[in-house]
């Protein structure tokens, strides 16, 4: 009994020594201010010590991406710290290569500031704004997918590529948080930016976007992502999306035809049922303008009784599979689920596409 007692009360001292040392960190250590050296001089900033390197940087408006609100769960948060980040923890390693590890690459909302930092974020991202906008519409796709309009009022237009995303700024218990959508407008509509974005149950991000109505604010940063188009018109383009990969497939198609009105793409969309259908009457109509753009929608779902589908059946990468001829230079772009991509790039590269030819997006 007495051994019982004596772990119980060491268990209990312990205990209280994490507390305490856990408040005398947030209350009593004080770092003063540190310095951040962006980019070997390119802008120093002068913050308050003890936050996170995430949270400094957004204090001063720098908004590299974070899609999990700082908690270390997304590995958005990448940047290269070359002096005063400590060792990397345990927390960022699943998200980290060796190679990353190696050139010291870290997640930025594990590395806290403690004294003069020096990091390397590249230009594209120095340049990523904060907009305010209001939602001008909100208009139910499928059963489960709404599309947002916001028109942007401060700064009034965003310049960003087909394929790029922002992140919503959205509101939570313990201070607004970032969540990651893919912008399926084409870069030409500078005024708007227009998102897809389907209803996951207890998601915090598509409950607040799904209870938005029109005149309702919202706030985002952005432009994010590296998808590039292949500026040869005579590349073939090919769009491959499973649900809101559908949303930067989209945008890429839309400015597609808006500046190569003959250039030869196409789109490939996998749904599971037919409720799951949506844009097909937009895309039939763009393919009915411009008679180098293919439309293919494959169900993965038998149909329910009464049903009737004049497209594709099974899964999307047997689809691909059926309507390409090999050899012909392309460029793909896959947005949708892991297995979707994984099963489709091997089609393309059967099909004679290089890996460098192929950008994914996992959704
Ligand atoms: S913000 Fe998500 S891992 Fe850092």
Known sequence: MIYLWSILVFAGLLALLSAALVVAQRYLVHYGTCRVDINAGQRTLDVDGGQTLLQAL???RIFIPSACG??????????????????VLPTETPYLTRREIRSGVRLACQVKVRADLAVRIPEEMLNVRLFAAEVQSARRLTHDTRELRLRLADPPEIAHRPGQYVQVQVPSPDGPVFRAYSLSSPPHEAG???????????????????????????????????FRLDEDPATEVVCVAGGC???PVRSILLSLYHRWPERPAW????????RDVFYLDE???LAAKHPAFHVVYALSDPLAPGETWDGERGFVHLAVDKHLAPGVKRQAFLCGPEPMIEAVTRVLLDKGLRPADV???KF
């Open 70 to 87: 700082g908690k270390g769960t997304c590995g958005f948060c990448k940047v290269q710290v070359t002096a005063g980040g400590g060792p």
């Open 58 to 60: 957004y204090g001063s």
């Open 283 to 285: 895309f039939r109509a």
């Open 192 to 226: 708007v930016v227009e998102l897809v974005v389907r209803l996951v149950p207890g998601g915090i991000g598509s409950t607040y976007l799904h209870r938005l109505s029109p005149g309702d604010p919202a706030a985002f940063t952005g432009p994010y992502g590296e």
């Open 267 to 274: 789109l490939f969309f996998g749904c599971r049922t037919l």
């Open 245 to 247: 990969g559908m949303a």
């Open 359 to 361: 950008f994914y997006d």
